[in-house]
C-alpha cells in the first residue's frame, strides 16, 4: 500500500514518528512539493494567483488524501477503520500534523465534528468506512445539516469495479445522505481525491454551513496519483452571496424606524457569521428587544437587559408574546421553524417581516418576507448599522417606550421558574442552574435532547456564543456526549459539561472510553429522572398520564424492578472515568465543585432527580403560540401591567 517509487527506509519525523521500514507521509512527500503553503493557509480557490505551478509528486489516492487533509489545516480526524477505508488509515498512521481519535461508534465520530465545528467554527473531520460504517454517519449528518454546521464526513466506498453489484459492505451512502447533505461526492479516480477534498471544505465553510460527504472508491485510495497543491477548482453554480443588496437594507432600516412594537428575531446564523458584536451594537443602537432562538443562545448574552429570552414551545412569555404582538419582525439567521412560530397562521399576526440569511431559500420559506435580505449576516447588520444611523440623522427614531412597558410587564409577572419538589427529592432545574452559576458562562455547554436540553437552555446563562451546543433541528438523543468530546478537543483550554438525559446518555456513552483513552476530561451531569422525560411529559399532558414505554429505571416485575440499571456510576467507572452521584439539594455544589477539581479524567455525576418535573412555559405542538402555558391550565394574562 506504500509508495515504492518514493519509499526510503525510515524516516524522523517532526513528531518522532519514524517507522522503520515506512514510506514517507503525504507530508513529507507533500513537503517536497515546490510552492508549499502552510497548513491552514491554503486557499484552493487561489491557485493562478500563485506562480510558478507546483509540480506534482507521485503518491497513492489515500496518501493525496492525508496530504490534502494537512493542507486544510485539519488537525482532528474522528472515525473508525474497515475495510474500504484501510488505504487511507495507512498514511494517516504517519501523519505530523492529523490527529486520529477513534471513537467506538460512527455516530460518536459525526457528533463529535459536529461539536468541534461548533466551537471552533472550522469544519469538523469524521472518516468511516463503506456500508455499516458509513449508515452510521447517517443520523449525525441529517443533524449536522438541520443545524447548519460544517461537517465533512469521508467513506470508503467499495472498489468502483464492485459498485452496484450488491458488493460486500456496499451501501449507497451518497445516494443516501443526497437529502441530509449540503453536498456530496462519490470519488473513483485518484487524480480526483485531492480536488474533491479541498471543494468539500469549503462547500462545507462557505455560505450557509453544511455537512459534506466525500466516498471514496477503495481502488482510487489505492492507485497511484499526482498530487498538487494548491488544487484548481471550479463549482458552478456555488456562489453564495453574502453582500446584501444596499437597497433592501436601507428599506429594513425605514421600516424598523417606524415600528412601534419591533423585536430582533435572532437564530443560530448570527453565531455562525460570527456576528454577535455586531448584533449589540445593533440592539443598542435601536433599543429594540432581542429574542434568542434555541440555537442561538449566546449570540446575545442572557444577561443584557434587551434579551427577552428565548421564544418558542418552551420558551419565555415575555419572549413569546413579544413575537406575537409585535409590528415588525427582523429575522437574522433565523427560519421560522415550527417549534418557534407554533401555529403558523397564526403567528405574529400583526408583524411585517424583514428577513436576512444567507441562504435564500429560507426566505419566505414559512412566512412571507415584506424586505428579503440574502447575505451573510454580520455583513447584514453591519450595513443596518450604518442606515439605522443614517435615518437617526435624518431626525428618524423609533420610540418604543410603550412597547418596553408591555414587556417588563410580562417579564415582572411571568419569569422563568420552578417549584422543588415537596417529597425533597431533587430539582432537576436547580441542579442545571447551580451547573451554570458554578461553571460560569465561559465554560461549554453541550445539551442531549429532552427535558434537560429546554432546561439548560433556559435556567444558564448564555453569554458568549460558541459556548451552547445542542441539537436544535433534528433533536438526536445521544447527540451529547460525542458533541462534548469533539467541543474539547476544539476548545482544549474550556471547562465542557455536557448536560445529558438519562435516556439520551444511554445511547451514546461508549464514548467515555474514547475520551478516557484519548485524555478528553470532559464532565457529564445526567440529569436522571428515570425516564424519557419530555415524552413522558406529553403523555402526563395530552395521553391522560397513561406511561405507555416510558420508564427506564423500572422493571414491570421481578427482582429487577426499582433498581438502577445501568448503573451510571458503575458504568463511569468501568470506563475509566470518575463516576459520582448526588440526590440532595444540599450536596449539589459541592459534587460540582468535586468534578470541576478532576482535571485529568472525564466525570460522570449521576443527579437523582424527581420523575416529574416538568417544561414550563409550553405551547402545545400544533396551537398558537397565543396559547402558550405558564403551568398546567394557566395562561398568561396578555393584558398585565406594571
Ligand atoms: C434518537 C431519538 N429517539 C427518540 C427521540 C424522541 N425523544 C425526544 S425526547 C425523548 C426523551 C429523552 O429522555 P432523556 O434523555 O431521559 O431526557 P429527559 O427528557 O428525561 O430530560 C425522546 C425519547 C429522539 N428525540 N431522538
Ligand atoms: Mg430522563
Given amino acids: ?295 442561538a443562545r449566546g449570540a446575545f448574552p442572557s444577561s443584557h437587559s434587551q434579551n427577552l429570552g428565548m421564544p418558542g414551545m418552551h420558551g419565555k412569555v415575555a419572549a413569546v408574546g413579544a413575537l406575537q404582538k409585535a409590528d415588525l419582525l427582523v429575522a437574522l439567521g433565523a427560519r421560522f421553524d415550527d417549534r418557534v412560530t407554533g401555529r403558523l397562521d397564526t403567528f405574529a399576526p400583526e408583524a411585517a417581516v424583514i428577513h436576512a440569511d444567507i441562504d435564500p431559500a429560507e426566505i419566505s420559506k414559512n412566512r412571507h418576507a415584506e424586505v428579503p435580505i440574502v447575505g451573510d449576516c454580520r455583513e447584514v447588520i453591519t450595513e443596518l448599522l450604518a442606515a439605522v444611523e443614517a435615518e437617526h440623522e435624518a431626525g428618524h427614531k423609533a420610540d418604543l417606550s410603550a412597547w418596553w412597558s408591555q414587556l417588563d410587564a410580562w417579564r415582572a409577572t411571568y419569569p422563568l421558574g420552578y417549584d422543588d419538589p415537596d417529597d425533597g427529592s431533587l430539582s432537576p432545574q436547580y441542579v442545571i442552574e447551580r451547573i451554570g452559576k458554578l461553571a460560569g458562562p465561559d465554560a461549554v455547554y453541550v445539551a442531549g435532547v429532552g427535558q434537560h436540553q429546554m432546561w439548560a437552555a433556559q435556567f444558564i446563562d448564555h453569554e458568549r456564543p460558541r459556548h451552547w451546543l445542542n441539537s436544535g433541528g433534528l433533536g438526536t438523543m445521544g447527540y451529547a456526549v460525542p458533541a462534548a468530546m469533539g467541543a474539547k478537543v476544539g476548545a482544549p483550554g474550556s471547562k465542557v459539561w455536557a448536560i445529558d438525559g438519562d435516556g439520551c446518555f444511554q445511547m451514546t456513552n461508549q464514548e467515555l472510553a474514547t475520551c478516557a483513552l484519548e485524555g478528553i476530561p470532559i464532565k457529564v451531569a445526567v440529569i436522571n429522572n428515570g425516564n424519557l422525560g419530555m415524552v413522558r411529559q406529553w403523555q402526563t399532558l395530552f395521553y391522560n398520564e397513561r406511561y405507555s414505554h416510558t420508564d427506564l429505571d423500572r422493571a414491570a416485575e421481578g427482582e429487577s424492578a426499582g433498581t438502577r440499571i445501568p448503573d451510571f456510576v458503575k458504568l463511569a467507572e468501568a470506563y475509566g472515568c470518575v463516576g459520582l452521584r448526588c440526590e440532595t439539594a444540599a450536596d449539589v455544589d459541592a459534587v460540582i465543585q468535586q468534578a470541576a477539581d478532576i482535571k485529568d479524567r472525564p466525570v460522570v455525576i449521576d443527579f437523582i432527580v424527581h420523575r416529574d418535573a416538568m417544561v414550563w412555559p409550553m405551547v402545545a405542538a400544533g396551537t398558537s403560540n397565543d396559547d402558550i402555558k405558564v403551568a398546567r391550565d394557566m395562561a398568561p394574562d396578555w393584558d398585565v401591567t406594571e
Fill in 1 to 295: 500500500m506504500t509508495d515504492q517509487t518514493t519509499t526510503t527506509g525510515s524516516r524522523t519525523g517532526p513528531a518522532g514518528s519514524a517507522r522503520p521500514g515506512q514510506a514517507p507521509s503525504p507530508r513529507d512527500l507533500a513537503a517536497r512539493a515546490p510552492g508549499r503553503e502552510a497548513a491552514g493557509e491554503a486557499n484552493p480557490r487561489r491557485p493562478d494567483a500563485d506562480p510558478p505551478a507546483p509540480q506534482p509528486v507521485q503518491m497513492t489516492g489515500a496518501q493525496a488524501l492525508v496530504a490534502a487533509l494537512e493542507r486544510l489545516g485539519v488537525d482532528v480526524v474522528f472515525g473508525i477503520p474497515g475495510g474500504a477505508i484501510l488505504p487511507a488509515y495507512d498514511p494517516l498512521f504517519d501523519s505530523a500534523s492529523v490527529r486520529h481519535i477513534l471513537v467506538r461508534h460512527e455516530q460518536g465520530a459525526g457528533h463529535a465534528a459536529a461539536g468541534y465545528a461548533q466551537v471552533t467554527g472550522r469544519p469538523g473531520v469524521c472518516m468511516a468506512t463503506s456500508g455499516p460504517g458509513a449508515t452510521n454517519l447517517v443520523t449525525p449528518l441529517a443533524d449536522a445539516y438541520m443545524d447548519s454546521v460544517p461537517v465533512v464526513a469521508i467513506t470508503g466506498q467499495v472498489p468502483s469495479s464492485l459498485i452496484g453489484t450488491d458488493g460486500f459492505q456496499e451501501a449507497d451512502i451518497a445516494g443516501i445522505t443526497l437529502p441530509i447533505t449540503k453536498h456530496n461526492f462519490l470519488v473513483t479516480r485518484p487524480e480526483d481525491i485531492a480536488r474533491t477534498v479541498a471543494e468539500a471544505f469549503h462547500v462545507a465553510s462557505t455560505g450557509r454551513p453544511g455537512p459534506v460527504l466525500v466516498d471514496i472508491a477503495k481502488d482510487a485510495l489505492q492507485a497511484k496519483t499526482q498530487f498538487r497543491w494548491p488544487v484548481p477548482f471550479d463549482l458552478p453554480g456555488y456562489h453564495p452571496v453574502t453582500r446584501p443588496h444596499s437597497r433592501q437594507v436601507r428599506e429594513a432600516a425605514r421600516m424598523m424606524m417606524a415600528a412601534s412594537r419591533p423585536v430582533l428575531y435572532v437564530g443560530g446564523g448570527v453565531i455562525k457569521a460570527e456576528a454577535s458584536r455586531e448584533l449589540l451594537a445593533l440592539a443598542e443602537l435601536t433599543g429594540m428587544p432581542v429574542v434568542t432562538t434555541l440555537m
